[in-house]
């Protein structure tokens, strides 16, 4: 029987707090809260550099965004796919903190969409998980013929402005290779959330 309120309690010598976190949606018994889905817009927000807006609409995006990437992690760890580096995070964490020139300006900026550093981390963290195991899992079925490549350069003759076709074949050839490779994540995707069990326990969100 699925719980629809999950009861987190902490201790102090004063008082007993309790945090009341909604279950919104179970994937094959994993459980997404609503405090998650809030955290990912917020989140997604800061990262794009748009305001933070929860609605209804946003709230249903980014629900079905954390159940794809429920279903991923749980590929991961069913194929042991690798995970990211703590260096690799680090430095992607630099790059995002040298948009604001100090580590001070970046914790405010954190701070105005309800955000902690941890989180943004392992969000980050979690993003390069997920392109490894996209390499890992797709890339490798992906083959671009030269006829391929010759065909999108003839048929976006007006994007390369009469370039030499040699100079933006690995251009063309990559461009190609990531489409297919998001075709065949869209597919599998598709597919996976077919097999899983997945329970809405709010409505609004399916």
């Known amino acids: 029987m699925l719980r629809r309120l999950f009861f987190y309690i902490a201790l102090s010598p004063l008082a007993t707090a309790v945090i009341i976190d909604r279950t919104a949606i179970v994937v094959d018994r994993t459980p997404i809260l609503d405090s998650e889905i809030d955290r990912d817009i917020r989140i997604t927000a800061f990262l794009n550099e748009e305001p933070a807006v929860i609605t209804e ?3 249903k995006q980014a ?8 279903l991923i992690r749980q590929a991961i760890r069913v194929g042991e796919y690798p995970l990211a580096t703590r260096a690799d995070t680090d430095r992607l964490f630099r ?5 604001y020139g ?3 300006e970046l914790n405010e900026a954190l701070r105005k969409y309800g955000i902690t550093n941890a989180e943004l981390r392992e969000r980050l963290f979690w993003q390069l998980t997920v392109l490894l195991f996209i390499d890992t899992m797709f890339r490798p079925q992906v083959v671009v013929s030269e006829a391929d490549i010759e065909h999108y350069y003839k048929s976006h003759s007006v994007q390369f402005e009469k370039q030499p076709f040699a100079s933006v074949k690995p251009v063309i050839t990559e461009t190609i290779t990531g489409e297919r490779v998001n075709q065949l994540l869209n597919s599998w995707l598709d597919q996976s959330r077919k097999s899983a069990h997945i329970v809405y326990l709010e409505k609004s969100l399916a």
């Open 102 to 104: 100090s580590a001070a």
């Open 95 to 99: 790059d995002i903190e040298s948009r």
């Open 63 to 70: 629900a079905s965004r954390l159940i794809d990437q429920q």
């Open 57 to 59: 609409a946003s709230r």
